[in-house]
């Protein structure tokens, strides 16, 4: 076997290896702006472990979702997931990060003006029980959450939309798991930087550390920022 067939054989092993460890271990997401300071600067690379929320198994447009090892993230965990889109299947191209304030069956609270906290608080108005929809669970549907359930149902329950048109219910069933993720930012509900609910099937990993951070605007050499080496975002 001659040199150059040895040298194109370890590159392909190499890579194969590398995109095994994405797709089923961990990878790599970066921080793309700042508007998820002070958690997170524009720029720092997040470690992604994939096993945390269990392991999505690949090319759902094949054979449909499913995880292997299931586990949940806990309120608290830096989460990283796909946009969600309309339908039964997450956009599986572009990646997001956000901070669960809200696990299947929890309660968040929403304020008048649409502040949103993981507590009851007067203080801050927040004062609305919002609750976090698990599958087959049955939620409320009152003048102050209208709104976000619909708008829930309509992406990702289109089998139900039908059917919370022509009943009169004031109650509607869920059919999957939803996660009301945030920023990090202390931000209202109708800043864009806030998530809403997430459907379980967007869900990619957990963050584990920050690996390492280059400054967006500074030449290669001067970019690295030494104190975020394998940071810790729960510290």
Not at 11 to 24: E, P
Not at 66 to 94: C, H, I, L, Y
Not at 107 to 135: D, E, K, L, N, Q
């Amino acid at each position: 076997m001659g040199r150059t067939v040895r040298i194109v054989l370890w590159t392909v092993g190499v890579c194969a290896v590398v995109a095994l460890c994405r797709m089923c271990w961990a990878t790599l997401v970066e921080v793309p702006h700042s508007n998820m300071q002070p958690s997170f600067l524009a720029g720092d690379r997040l470690l992604v472990d994939r096993w945390r929320c269990g392991l999505r198994a690949p090319f759902m447009a094949f054979h449909g979702y499913r995880r292997w090892g299931r586990q949940r993230p806990a309120k608290g965990d830096w989460v990283v997931f796909n946009m969600p889109v309309e339908g039964n299947r997450p956009d599986t191209s572009a990646l997001c990060v956000g901070r669960v304030m809200g696990c299947p069956g929890d309660t968040v609270w929403m304020g008048a003006r649409g502040r949103v906290s993981s507590h009851r608080s007067y203080a801050g108005g927040c004062i609305w029980p919002v609750a976090v929809p698990a599958a087959r669970s049955y939620v409320q549907l009152c003048r102050w959450n209208a709104g976000i359930y619909h708008q829930t149902i309509r992406m990702h329950e289109p089998d139900s939309v039908a059917h919370i048109q022509a009943d009169a219910s004031p109650y509607f069933r869920f059919g999957r798991n939803y996660y009301w993720v945030e920023s990090g930012s202390d931000t209202s509900f109708f800043d864009s930087r806030v998530f809403g609910f997430v459907p379980e099937e967007c869900l990619v990993g957990s963050v584990v550390r920050v690996a390492f951070s280059l400054h967006p605007d500074l030449p290669l050499h001067r970019a690295w920022r030494r104190n975020r080496f394998f940071l810790s975002p729960y510290e």
